[in-house]
């Protein structure tokens, strides 16, 4: 158990340095200069500003982000393809450490994930990571998954979930219709 609990920990110190090392270019121009810095405190706050200070809106983007973690390449490729055609940008990785390298990178807006995998970052391990991490524990997470999940509740509740579909014929579909709700679309 220490072990595990060690390497946790040196995920966590990775997931920091890489977060720290993020281009400045990719911060947006609303964001007060603190961001660009480095700042970690909350998205819109200027800590110089008087505490009043409105925050500011959320710089919109024309697609959205979603990182798509599964061992399979075939339902990496298929996947890829159904969400792209419903106008999401994709991103997908078939390790942990790779996922949470792209997540660190840019926070996408939402991570789908098959809890099965094995290898570098089990998926489960993976879930505890990105809980874990103040700066991603809002994106919504869909699992996209071989492994039993009896409903919704046990998604959300063993898992971590915020939606789940189960592979099977079909199952690509139903995960872009479950990505429109977490997302909002």
Do not use: C
Not at 13 to 37: D, F, K, M, N, Y
Not at 97 to 112: F, G, L, R, S, T
Not at 149 to 164: K, L, S
């Amino acid at each position: 158990m220490l072990a595990e609990l060690r390497a946790v920990r040196q995920v966590q110190q990775e997931i920091l340095a890489l977060l720290r090392a993020r281009p400045t270019a990719s911060v947006p121009a609303s964001l007060p200069p603190q961001a660009a810095a480095g700042y970690g405190g909350p998205t819109g706050f200027d800590a110089s500003a008087d505490d009043l200070q409105e925050p500011r809106p959320p710089v919109a983007r024309s697609g959205r982000r979603v990182v798509l973690l599964d061992d399979d390449p075939i339902t990496r490729e298929t996947a890829t393809q159904l969400l792209g055609r419903q106008g999401l940008e994709v991103v997908a990785t078939a390790t942990g450490k790779e996922a949470i390298n792209v997540i660190a990178q840019a926070k996408p807006d939402a991570i789908v994930l098959e809890i099965g995998i094995e290898g570098d970052m089990p998926g489960r391990d993976f879930v505890n990571i990105v809980k874990a991490t103040m700066d991603w524990v809002d994106v919504p997470l869909v699992l996209f998954t071989r492994v039993p999940v009896a409903d919704e509740e046990e998604a959300r509740t063993i898992h971590g979930a915020d939606q789940f579909v189960q592979k099977g014929p079909g199952a690509e579909v139903v995960l872009g219709q479950r990505l429109a709700v977490v997302l909002g679309r």
